[in-house]
């Protein structure tokens, strides 16, 4: 029982590099989700979709890009790192968009940039 | 712009000690989950509260939604070293739809 698998789970990167961070669930959910977390913060929405061929901007979405892949596969892109955006990222699933679903994390990419 | 305000930020107590932390906002919200996180790991779905008023249980853990579906809190009866995490409350952000907004969190830690 995977759930939620991410990749990386550790980066460091230098300033103006760009990387893509992988994201994929085996639990045929509609909707995925990325999310940042800082200390003292909680998490904060990236971008989110709510189903295939679908994305939306949520709460901190500058400086990053997504694709939905297809059904299973949620990617999150930084074309140039920068220090504010270390962190450490949460990749999520949802059965669908309607509210109330819990939501099922994956263990997080902690990314360092110098 | 919803926020949820956690409280305390940081709890250290001993095992066998009981303790409430608390989720606030000034808006409302049609529900209210909790997850609990673990070091190096995701957060993870304690429970969902939808109706004001309502309390749910979890063996020791008591969760509450306030009246005005501002606010919530967990009670923890008896507390374990096992329920060492950070607990955070999300609601949703009005809008019928799973998108989440999650509150600062409260780092628990239970010694032994």
């Known amino acids: 029982n995977a759930g939620v698998t991410q990749t990386p789970k550790f980066q460091v990167l230098k300033t103006g590099q760009s990387m893509t961070l992988q994201c994929a669930q085996d639990m045929n959910h509609n909707s995925m989700y990325w999310y940042r977390q800082d200390p003292g913060m909680g998490l904060r929405l990236i971008y989110y979709s709510a189903s295939e061929g679908t994305t939306d901007k949520g709460e901190v979405p500058n400086g990053y890009n997504v694709s939905r892949l297809n059904k299973r596969e949620f990617s999150l892109r930084l074309e140039s790192a920068a220090p504010s955006q270390t962190s450490v990222y949460f990749c999520a699933s949802s059965e669908d968009w309607t509210a109330n679903q819990p939501q099922h994390f994956g263990d997080g990419t902690r990314l360092s940039i110098l | 712009t919803q926020l949820l305000e956690q409280s305390p930020q940081f709890l250290s107590i001993q095992e066998g000690e009981n303790l409430t932390v608390y989720c606030n906002s000034s808006?409302?919200?049609?529900?209210l989950q909790w997850y609990r996180q673990e070091p190096g790991e995701g957060p993870v779905l304690l429970v969902t509260v939808v109706t004001g008023g309502e309390v749910k249980k979890l063996k020791r853990l008591t969760f509450q939604f306030g009246d005005a579906r501002k606010d919530s809190s967990l009670h923890i009866t008896a507390a374990q070293p096992g329920d060492t995490g950070l607990y955070l409350c999300a609601g949703d952000d009005g809008g019928a739809t799973n998108k989440l907004i999650f509150g600062t969190g409260t780092l628990l830690a239970v010694q032994p």
């Open positions: 808006s409302v919200f049609s529900s």
